[in-house]
């Protein structure tokens, strides 16, 4: 599911224009997993105070994380809009700089795709709504 969009591009483009973007993808993919660790580590926490009862500490817990992530990830993807050229070169090489202006469209998305992992998924799960978690991606 999360290589969809790289499978497409391979059909549409050419070869050197997939990796193109692969290769921002993948930092951007490495910046996200670390961003949505703090729902992993509090997930067992937020279960916890829902299903006994405890809406206030839920509600604490779950503003608590939303802010810690866009506290990271906000000054990470200003961060990103000015290092990136530098990053792509240094990781790939100069023949891949183009990845650098993909990567920083692709930072947009650590702002609010963690939060909707927290927000979407996890509190889906909690509510025993399994099925919703499709429409909240």
Same mark, same amino acid.
């Given at each position: ?50 299903h006994n009862g405890n809406t ?15 506290? *990271? @990830?906000?000054?990470? %993807?200003?961060? +990103?809009?000015?290092? /990136?050229?530098?990053? $792509?070169?240094?990781? &790939?090489?100069?023949?891949? *700089? @183009?990845?650098?202006? %993909?990567?920083? +469209?692709?930072?947009? /998305?650590?702002?609010? $795709?963690?939060?909707? &992992? ?16 499709f429409f909240t991606i």
């Amino acid at each position: 599911f999360s290589l969809l969009d790289i499978l497409m591009l391979g059909s549409l483009v050419s070869s050197e224009h997939v990796a193109i973007y692969k290769y921002a993808h993948s930092i951007e993919r490495v910046l996200y997993q670390v961003l949505t660790i703090f729902v992993v580590v509090s997930f067992p926490r937020i279960e916890h105070y829902f299903h006994n009862g405890n809406t206030h500490e839920f509600n604490v817990l779950i503003n608590k994380v939303s802010k810690t992530i866009l506290l *990271l @990830a906000l000054p990470l %993807v200003i961060g +990103i809009q000015f290092v /990136s050229p530098f990053l $792509s070169s240094s990781i &790939y090489g100069e023949s891949y *700089l @183009a990845s650098a202006y %993909v990567f920083q +469209i692709l930072s947009i /998305s650590l702002i609010y $795709s963690p939060l909707t &992992y927290l927000l979407g998924a996890k509190i889906c799960m909690v509510h025993n709504k399994e099925k919703s978690i499709f429409f909240t991606i």
